[in-house]
């Protein structure tokens, strides 16, 4: 599936629609370049899933927890592990195999660790304002 988003209002309907794409798959990785709009999105998406607190990047924290209608959501941010021993430290299984819903960026610095079956949103930068939102099943 691929979706023009051309301005920031528009990234609601893109999450509802994701949701719907996703159906019961809990693991969501982002792929795309830095400034593509990944973490913008992630914000947009969990208030869509009925998070009401602030959502921030998880950049030093490598993750952060929030609690839903339905249960746990991660967001994590593998930009600045320097190497997968940091993921094993964080206890990563639990967080990939525990049932909650996991939102990844930088996901292939821990690609070897990934579940077999997410959901891939690839996001491409068009212009300043102009992305385009791929979603895939692996």
Not at 29 to 45: L, N, P, Q, Y
């Amino acid at each position: 599936m691929e979706i023009e988003v051309n301005h920031l209002t528009e990234l609601q309907n893109v999450a509802h629609q994701l949701l719907a794409f996703a159906g019961n798959e809990k693991i969501f990785i982002f792929e795309g370049d830095m400034g593509a709009g990944k973490t913008t999105f992630i914000k947009t998406f969990c208030k869509v899933l009925g998070i009401e607190e602030t959502v921030s990047s998880p950049t030093y924290s490598i993750v952060n927890e929030y609690e839903s209608p339905d249960g746990a959501v991660f967001h994590f941010d593998f930009y600045r592990i320097k190497d997968i021993q940091e993921a094993f430290d964080l206890g990563y299984e639990e967080y990939f195999f525990g049932g909650g819903i996991c939102l990844i960026e930088w996901p292939e610095k821990v690609e070897e660790l990934l579940p077999e079956h997410l959901v891939k949103i690839e996001i491409s930068i068009v212009d300043e304002s102009k992305r385009i939102f791929k979603f895939s099943r692996a």
